[in-house]
Structure formats: C-alpha cells, structure tokens
C-alpha cells in the first residue's frame, strides 16, 4: 500500500510534467498543424535557465532571497527565457516554411533540436546539473509534508504538482475566455477562414509560441528538481511529452493534461511494479496500442478525409 | 442490368446528413449527369462510390457485386475510376508517367523482378508505355510531343484536366466518373471537352457517370440526368424532364428568390 | 495555387498547340533548363550523358583514390563515406520517393550491423559465411522494417515521425538493457571480418593501417544498391512511391495499394540500411548501441536534403560533401581552414553578383584589422591566444584571440552572433549589409574562440545549421528537382 502511494505521487508529479511538455506540442500543433521537435529542447534550455538563476541568486546552500521566492524566481526566468527562445524559433525557423510541403517544417525543427541541444553542449559541457535544493535546510523540503500511511508526500512535490495545475488552469482560462484565445481556436479551426475575418495570424502564432515554451520552461524547472539535469534530456523528455499529447489527442487542450497524467501513472506504475529497463517498451506498446485502435487518441477528433 | 446500383445509401457527418437513402443507377454504356446546387452531396456521392467513405447505411452494387467496405484501391481495380474536382495530379511525376503510375493495378511486376528487368516486366513496362501513349493522343497533340517528359506541373489548367481524364482511363476501367470536367474552362474547351465525353463513351467503350454544373455540358452529353439537393434525390430522367422540374428550378433558384424580395 | 483559369489565350483547333498561356507555361519551363553562350553548351551536352555513364566514371575515380593516397585514414574516412553513401541511398527510397519521414531509419543500420554480429562473432560462436551472412541480416532488416511499418501503415506524415522517433528510442533501450543477447552498452565485440570461413578472412587492416580492399567492397556494394534501386524506382513500383508522395489520396483511387506501398518502402530502405550495418560491423570489429541513434540520424538527414531528396545522384553527393566535412570538423586546423574557405568563398561568389556584397566583404576584412589593431593596443594578452594552425599568417592578425576569457564571454559571444545574424534575416536595405560587417567578423571570433576548442558539439551545430538554412533557402538541395505542392 505504501508502495502504492508513493508510486501514485511519483507518477502525478512526473505526470504533471509531461503534461506541460505535451500542452506544448498540442498548442502548436492546433495552430500551425506543426510536430514541434525542438520543443524538447526548449524545456532542456528551461532547466538550465533555472540552474543558472539559482547559482546566481546563491545556491541552495545559502540563497539570498527566501527559498519560496528563489523557486519562484528560477521558474518564471526559465519560463520567460524560453517564451523568448519559443518565438526566436518560430520565427526563423518555421515562418518561412509555412507555405511550404509539410515535411519542410518537419525536418527545419529536426534541425533546430539538433543545434539548440549541440549549442548547450558547446557552451555548458555534458556534466549534468543538479539543483541540489535537498542541501537547503537540512532538506526540510523533503523530509517534511504530508504523512499518508508510512510515506511521506515532501512539500516540495505538492508545491510541484499544485503549480503545475495551476498553470494549466491559467492556460485554460487564457484560451477559453480571452480574446487572443478566441482567436488562437478559430485559427486552429481554419487558418485560413481566420486570417480572412480579420484575425492575425501571426499574432496568434507568437502567442500560441509563447505559451507554449513558457509552459515548458515551468516544466524544466519541476523536472529538474527531482532528478539532474543535462544537455540531452531534452530528446527524451520531448519524445515524452509527444507521445502523452498523441495519446490524449493532439490538437486538444485537455488531452494534452490527460494524455501526460495517464503517462505519467502508467511510468510509474510501470517501473515500480513490472520493470524498470523496460518501462519503454510498454509505453512504445501503448503508443502502439493506441496508433493502431484509436488514432485520433482520447479526445482528439477523428478527421474526414477532405476530398 | 445495371453497372453501377446505389440502394438506400446514407451517410452522415456528426448530425449532418449528406446523403439520405439515395437510389441511382448507371446501365453499361450510359451517360448520366448528376447536378445539383453546392452542397447537394455530388462530390460525397462519387467519394462513397470510390470507397473514401463508407456509407451508414445502404449498398452499392458494381457489376453484381456489392463494394461497400472495399478499400478505394480495390474498387479502383473492379473497374471504377474517377477524376477530382480540385485536380490532383502527381504535380512533380512527367505527364507519360501519370499515366503509367495508374496501370498499377493491371500490372503484376514485383520488386525484385523490376531490379533485374527480366524480360517479362520489360514487355509490361513497354505495352503499359504504349497504353499511355494511346490515352494521351485520346487529347490530340495537346499532351503528346514534347510534353510527354514534362511534369504535369508545367501543365495549363485545361490541360491537367485533360491529363487527369488520361489518367482516369489508364486503369482500364468500366465506369468513369468525372467531378466536374469543364470546370475553369473557356467555352471553346468546355465545347471540346463535351464532345470528347461523348468520344469517350463511344470511342472508349466507358459507362459515364459525371458531376457538372454547365448545363450546357449537360444537356450535351446526358443520356439521363439525376437531381440532387441535401443529399436527397429530387428529380430523375432526361435532361428536359429534370431541368423543367419545379423541385430541380426551386433548388437551384429557390434561396435566390426568397433573398431578392 | 493552381494557376488562373486561361480566357481566351487557346486557339480553337484541336490539332496543335498555338501560342496560349499553356504554351508559355510549358517554354517557361523549358527556358529554365536553357542556359545560352558556351555554358550552356556544355551543360547541354552533360545532359545527354546516361546515368550509367557518370556511374562508372564516378566509381572509376573513387576506385583510383587509394592510389593517389596513401594515408590509412583518408582511406577509412573514403570507407565511411561510402557508408554514408549507402545509407543515403537508402533514406532517399522512404523520404525521397516513399515521402514519409522515418525517424527511425537508423535503428535500421543498427539491426543489421548487430544482426551481423550476433551471426558472426564469438559472441555466439557463429560464424557464417559471409556470403550467407550478409542475405540473412538484408532479410532481417527488411522483416523489421515491414514490421514497424505494421502499425504505422495508417498513419500520415506526423503520427508516423512519432511511432518511428520512438522506434529509434526502443532500439537503444532494448540494445543497452538486453545484456545477455547485446551486451548491453559495452556491445559486441570481435565481430568477424567479411570472408568464407575462418581461413579465408579479408583482413580490415594490414599492419595496422586499414586494408584497402574493404573500399572496394563498400563500393562494388554502392554499385549494386544504386542500380538496383534505381531499377525499381523506374518500375510500376517506383512510380507508385512517388505517386504516393505526392498525393496519397489520388494514388489509392488510381488503384495503388497504398498501405503496402508504404510497407514496400520501409522494408526497401531498412534493407538497404541493414546491408550497410554488416558491412560496418565487418571492417569496424565491434557494435555499440550509441553509434545508432540521434546523431547518425540527423547526418544522414542533412546528406539526403543538402542533395536533394528523391534525386539518387544527389543523395550521394550530400554523402560525399557531408561525410569529409564532418571528419575535417574534428580537426580544429583544418576545422579553421574549412571555416575561412567557406567564409572567403561566400564572399568572393557574392561580390561577383553584387557590388554591394564586394563592399560588405572589405569592409569585414577592413574591420577585422581594425578590431585586432585596437584589442592588441590596450592588452597584449588579448590577441595572444593559441591559434590552431590553418592560415597562420594573415589570419592570426585579423581575428582576435584572447590569451585566456572571461567565463561569459563564451556564451556572451555565441548567444550575440545567433542574435547578430537573426537580426540579418530581418533588417533590408543598407541596414542588412551594415549588420553583415560584424556578424561575419564575431562569427569569425567565435568559430576560432569557442567552437575549434570542441569539435563535438561544433560540427554537429554546423549539421543543424546547414538543415535549417536549406529547409528555408533551397528546400530542393543541390540537385534536387524543384517541388511543387498544392495543397
């Protein structure tokens, strides 16, 4: 039981992660039809944003500022470094290509992932990073929280899942209730139909860009409290992400959530109970499972064929 | 008997119903019209004939047998061949290879027969080459010469459509359905291409059964004309019945009147 | 868009073409292939040379390589190249021709050079022929392609990079973690070169320096690949890939199986890459998981497109230029000299078009003087850096090298020439050109201050650099046909 408890907070707080890193490519792809590859490494860049915010502003060891408000501070400049790098990228890399055949824009983000993760490489080595906040006050953020049975569920997850569902209930209110959201639907509706009510496009692409980086900013940074960081994590954590936005159903907001929690549990589940190595594998299984059974995925529509 | 027979076919899209339990039939050697206002269900109804959708409810039946449920590929090779309202051709594939793409499903080559050209798959790729030689001069010179190696996307307007009914015919089929065929074309094509329908049907040996909006067209060609709106069918029979039909001239004209009031 | 409806512009007859807007559109394209003045003469008559004819002075002129050059290295680097040649092939029959992106291809290399090696090696104790062993591990590759085509068959472009990325995934968690059968991340060692039996090996090396006949091999294998997949691309087959490509929808009403063609196409290019795995297990001796993943994955990608994906000619020149830049990159002297050879290149191909482009390159040749002039002036130790040979001389005093820098100044430095050059993209007029000066002078500094230190990362930026430049600026590749979609 305990067992099972510790794997259901584990699988909620990876979960909560995929799910950031899948509204991102459910954003993107609603809007522009587009598989961003190089949004894993948007979240890579995201994690080291965070380290290097929380060197800076002193360390676990002996931050300058409080420790709710360090957090704070290295999410929101991981979030908004890259909402920068989300729209650098569009811009350049995909905007050209928006009339292109589809596959042009497939492989310029293939492309783009392949330079960001190289660039950090060049600039910060492939020693992995570690936040390191356990060394804060005797790891008070760990070893206090909340006791369920014989396990303890640490402040610092709880914190970690609460903002996560938070972020995503700001997102839902900025697509549902805004302006720009309105338009960022009706342009995933049709892009072209909207651009001629007078919609711009380009505009609801930034924002959708926006969103969609600064989401996983937010999810490097949860990422990389739990475990070490490095230049490569981002082809995994971007593979992750990908396949809880298919499962759920790309294209949809709360498939996306869905998709990344389902995930998240089945990960956890998996590796406590059946195997670790091969955890992959059952998931490529349910990828699969799903491809062949229901491609749309959970809450995605089914498309007719358009002749 | 009939070629083609379509019983109670039905399909919907969500709450929307496109095609509501409609009969038609096609006799071997006729040409039918099928008209109606935008949006009647025309192109869906060819798209269900060609297996791209599968009706709710209903059957169709080609040459005695039903091919609900048959992939479009196999339908294509029972002897059902279409053109495309939108022309889709293979825009970066040279005319002379358009053509050839689409005998596929009468050759039988295999891979590793085509790597080592035996003498077999070097006799179907020449008789399949003449096959698309004979199609193109269907059109004259237009497709011939020295746009034979040129690829369709060099191609005028008029002339892919022109391309696209070669192509139709290069799978030897029984039934031809064209979507459409003088679409954006100046009335000396449009002229043109109703003759070569007729041509088509005699020359060709091809039972016909085609989507258009010139009634010109129409009344040229059609050896029976059937009338969609909403998917319904409201009228049937020869071009004169259907186009003095009072449903027929209150669906096509029916909205104009109410608004010009 | 489709073009406009013509009005009026045909003439009535049927029995030829008259001036028309048909007409024009056909001679326009006929224009772009002419070129007039000697030039065109010349390309005219290399036109009319058969493909089989450049086959064989190309395989002809890479057979007398080893002659010219002695160098073991240069040798294997021609033997990789060749590799990669192969596995472009390959690529170009599911991307180019098939037009599905198979993220997973080089999981495909991988099978067939562990294949290889489960067959041939002490591993198991087997030891195939190779003339059996090189069939088995073909079939196997192709029986593994067509199996996770299975799944993917229904899938369109986007779904299929998913299933076959993650493929790619499977492959390094079942090779890492399968210990017993892979020998997990130490992989298998030993493997047998090619031979008849144990007695009759072609030895990889004589003396230690890498034995020549394996080129020869790799390329007698490049020959086969080449013709027979061009056999079949001029085929029902091959038309039907392409026909796939370019409008999936249209080929299935045409009574193209479309789904089969797709496994047809996974399988053909798996096997091909399967070949080249044993052909690399054979001459390298050993199988790590790791040389099968992202890296190998995208080289290949940037092979296939700066050539022209769909063009076989292409794809091996994109092989030939990728391969021995990626090797030169390694090097940080020649590294160096790659670099300012590209850079005075550039150049110089500009300033013939543009005298605008001759003043933006003095004005970088000036500046960078200038720079140095002024950086040496206020600290020797600035411009006192070690320079990685390659254009000593001239050089050395144009690009500043500071003996030692500040920790920001290399992130500083690289995050500024990636803004200097966005900023190129977006400024027009005289502004582009001014922001050229020193865009091109910090690219400069920071290839000799922060890149040649770390080929790793540095020739792999390059790769990505190159993917994304050609995806915007020349989709087609070099000799790529130009495509046209509407959608």
């Known amino acids: 039981m305990d067992q099972f408890i510790q794997l259901t907070v584990d699988g909620l707080t990876l979960g909560s992660v995929y799910a950031l890193i899948a509204l991102g490519y459910t954003l993107v792809y609603g809007v522009l039809k587009l598989l961003n590859f190089a949004h894993g490494d948007v979240f890579m860049v995201g994690t080291f944003v965070g380290y290097g915010v929380l060197q800076e502003l002193g360390g676990p060891m002996n931050p300058k500022v409080p420790i709710w408000l360090l957090i704070t501070l290295v999410t929101v400049a991981a979030m908004a470094v890259t909402a920068g790098l989300g729209v650098a990228i569009e811009r350049f890399a995909y905007r050209p290509l928006r009339d292109a055949p589809r596959i042009a824009p497939l492989i310029s983000a293939l492309g783009v992932s392949f330079f960001l993760s190289n660039s950090m ?7 992995p990073r570690n936040y390191d906040l356990f060394e804060y006050n005797a790891g008070s953020l ?15 997850r709880i914190t970690t899942i609460v903002a996560a569902f938070v972020l995503m209930v700001i997102l839902w209110f900025l697509v549902n209730k805004t302006r720009t959201g309105k338009a960022m639907r009706a342009t995933s509706y049709d892009r072209e139909a909207a651009a001629m009510m007078g919609i711009d496009i380009d505009r609801v692409i930034v924002f959708t860009f926006v969103l969609g980086s600064a989401l996983a900013g937010a999810a490097g940074v949860m990422f990389a409290l739990r475990v070490p960081t490095n230049v ?24 996306a959530m869905i998709g990344g929690l389902l995930l998240g549990f089945a990960e956890s589940y998996i590796q406590g109970y059946v195997s670790t190595q091969w955890s992959d594998l059952y998931v490529f299984t349910i990828l699969v499972l799903f491809m062949l059974f229901r491609h749309q995925g959970l809450l995605g529509r089914p498309d007719i064929r358009k002749v | 008997m009939s070629l083609l027979e379509l019983q109670k076919v039905s399909l919907s899209f969500g709450g929307l119903k496109v095609v509501d339990r409609l009969d038609i039939h096609v006799d071997e050697g006729e040409i039918v019209s099928v008209i109606g206002p935008n949006g009647a269900g025309k192109t869906t109804l060819f798209n269900l004939i060609t297996g791209i959708y599968k009706p709710d409810g209903g059957d169709i039946v080609f040459d005695g047998t039903s091919i609900v449920g048959l992939e479009p590929h196999k339908i294509s090779q029972r002897g059902i061949s279409r053109t495309f309202q939108t022309l889709r051709l293979f825009l970066n594939m040279s005319v002379k290879e358009n053509v050839m793409a689409a005998c596929y499903g009468h050759t039988k080559a295999g891979i590793f027969r085509s790597m080592v050209r035996t003498p077999g798959m070097r006799r179907e790729e020449r008789e399949i080459e003449e096959l698309a030689r004979t199609r193109l001069a269907f059109f004259g010179q237009r497709l011939m010469g020295y ?22 015919t290069a799978s030897n089929p029984r039934l031809l359905l064209l979507d459409e065929p003088a679409a954006g074309m100046n009335p000396t094509e449009t002229h043109e291409i109703t003759e070569l329908i007729a041509q088509l ?19 040229g060609i059609s050896d029976r004309v059937v009338a969609l709106d909403h998917g319904v069918k409201i009228a049937e029979g020869s071009f004169e019945t259907v186009a003095t039909d009072e449903k027929v001239v209150e669906a096509y004209l029916g909205l104009q009147t109410m608004s010009s009031k | 868009m489709t073009d406009s409806t013509p009005h009026g512009f045909h003439s009535t007859g049927a ?47 890479f057979s007398l390589f080893p002659l010219v050059e002695t160098s073991g290295y240069v040798r294997q680097v021609a033997f990789t190249t060749v590799l990669y040649m192969l596995l472009a092939l390959g690529l170009n029959v599911v991307v180019g021709w098939g037009g599905l992106l198979d993220l997973g291809y080089v999981a495909f290399y991988g099978i067939g050079a562990y294949a290889y090696a489960l067959i041939d090696s002490p ?36 779904y299929l990079a998913i299933v076959t990325l993650f493929f790619l995934q499977l492959f390094q968690t079942v090779t890492t973690n399968w210990q017993h059968v892979t020998g997990g991340p130490f992989g298998i060692l030993n493997v047998d070169p090619f031979g008849l039996d144990h007695k009759h090996e072609l030895a990889t090396e004589h003396g230690g320096v890498f034995a020549v006949s394996y080129l020869y091999v790799a390329l007698g294998m490049f020959v086969v690949v080449f013709v027979a997949l061009r056999m079949i691309n001029n085929s029902r087959t091959g038309r039907a890939w392409r026909s796939l490509r370019e409008d999936p929808l249209a080929a299935e009403a045409m009574g193209m199986p479309v789904n089969w063609l797709k496994l047809m196409s996974f399988a053909s290019g798996a096997a091909v890459a399967a070949l080249t795995g044993s052909l690399y297990a054979a001459l390298f001796g050993n199988v790590f998981p790791l040389t099968f993943y992202f890296v190998t994955l995208i080289t290949i990608y940037t092979m296939v497109i700066l050539g022209g994906s769909g063009n076989q000619a292409g794809v091996v020149l994109g092989a030939l230029i990728v391969s021995p830049l990626l090797e030169m990159l390694r090097d940080p ?26 003043a933006v390159a003095l004005s970088t040749l000036v500046f960078g003087f200038v720079v140095h002039i002024v950086c040496s002036s206020i600290h020797g130790s600035w411009v006192a850096g070690e320079h990685h040979g390659g254009f000593a001389g001239l050089v050395d005093h144009w690009v500043v090298a500071p003996e030692s820098m500040a920790r920001w100044i290399a992130p500083a430095s690289y995050v500024g020439v990636i803004g200097a050059a966005l900023a190129v993209v977006v400024l027009s007029g005289w502004k582009r050109l001014a922001a050229l000066v020193p865009t091109l002078y910090l690219a400069a500094f920071v290839w000799e201050n922060v890149m040649l230190s770390k080929p790793e990362p540095a020739r792999y930026i390059v790769l990505g650099l190159i993917l994304i430049v050609l995806m915007i600026l020349r989709p087609n590749g070099l000799l790529g046909e130009r495509r046209v979609e509407i959608v």
């Open chain 1, 142 to 156: 760990y070893l206090r929280g909340i006791h369920i049975g014989g396990v303890t569920i640490p402040l610092l």
């Open chain 1, 121 to 127: 490489q060049l600039l910060f080595g492939a020693t």
């Open chain 3, 15 to 61: 029995e030829g073409p008259a001036v028309g807007k048909d007409e024009w559109v056909a001679r326009h394209a006929e224009r772009r292939f002419m070129r007039g003045g000697p030039l065109g003469t010349v390309e005219d008559r290399l036109r009319a040379v058969p493909w089989w004819a450049w086959l064989i002075l190309f395989v002809a002129a």
């Open chain 3, 123 to 158: 591993h198991y104790h087997h030891h195939f022929p190779t003339f059996i062993a090189v069939p088995i591990v073909v079939v196997v590759g192709a029986l593994a392609g067509f199996l996770l085509g299975l799944p993917s068959r229904r899938l369109t472009g986007d």
């Open chain 2, 201 to 219: 049907r005699d020359e060709g040996g091809y039972t016909i059964l085609v989507i258009e909006h010139d009634m010109h067209v129409v009344e």
């Open chain 2, 147 to 168: 746009r034979w190696d040129q690829p369709a996307y060099s191609l005028s307007y008029a002339n892919r459509r022109r391309l696209e009914i070669a192509r139709a």
């Open chain 3, 333 to 358: 002297g020649k590294s160096r000299a790659a670099f300012f050879v590209a850079l005075v290149g550039g150049l110089v191909v500009f300033s013939r078009r543009s005298p605008r482009m001759a």
């Open chain 1, 232 to 255: 490569s994590i981002g082809f995994i954590a971007g593979l992750k992400g990908f396949i809880a936005a298919v499962i759920g159903g790309i294209g949809s907001i709360p498939g």
